[in-house]
């Protein structure tokens, strides 16, 4: 929380005022009306508890939209995005690029295989993802695939709406299916390029040796 903290505060330098804010608001709504009603301690008790809520909440939020703002067009972005994900989501980054660093993200969820795509290429991304789904479907040819494709234009999801795009997929398979799935996934090979945790550098350079 303090690491969170700090990096959210040198973006967001009015952050100590605002959860500062939001919780004495809540202490003291709630404080006022334990005093129009007779019950000025026990609600000043759960103004406490409530203005920690508040501030956790708001505090919460804008980290999130910190986080986003920092990431927001580096190459690797979506990956970091994806693995802060909760629940049965197995995230492969980077399992096709170019040397554009237009990239292709492999997940394995209780949707089936979703491939996700970023990068600066509409026309290039599709043409990864097209081939991505073919050797998807020749290990795993029941499996649903679905692409998405990181973006603000028509037809694109937007880096700070992935995770809820990614969660209203439907759900077409069970916990063990997906592990099954998985590895069937690991034929097919893991990250293609050496991705670190987080956006990677937009100085990052992709090795010639291994491009595809």
Known sequence: ?????????????????IVLGAGLGALAVLVVVG???????????????????????????????????QVEGQ????????????????VTPAVAFNRNMDLVHRVVGRPGV???????????????ITDQKRRVAR?????????LVVGDA?????????????????RNLSRKDI???????????GTNVPLPKGPMPKSAKIPRGKMR
């Open 139 to 147: 290990v795993a040819p029941d499996t649903p695939i679905y692409d």
């Open 154 to 170: 028509d037809g694109q999801v937007p880096l700070r709406r992935l995770q809820r795009a990614m969660v209203k997929l439907p």
């Open 75 to 90: 190459p690797g972005a979506a990956a970091s995005v994806l693995q802060t994900m909760r629940g049965e989501w197995r």
């Open 1 to 17: 929380m303090r690491a969170v903290w700090s990096l959210t505060r040198k973006s967001d330098p009015r952050l100590p005022l």
């Open 114 to 128: 979703v491939l996700i795509g970023e990068g600066s290429s509409a026309t290039q991304l599709r043409q990864l």
């Open 35 to 69: 005093i129009v009603i007779g019950q000025p301690i026990y609600f000043a008790i759960f103004g406490v508890l409530a203005a920690l809520l508040t501030g956790t909440t708001v505090f919460g939020r804008r980290a999130t939209k910190s986080m986003y703002s």
């Open 179 to 189: 592990g099954a799935i998985e590895s069937r996934m690991r034929a097919l090979g």
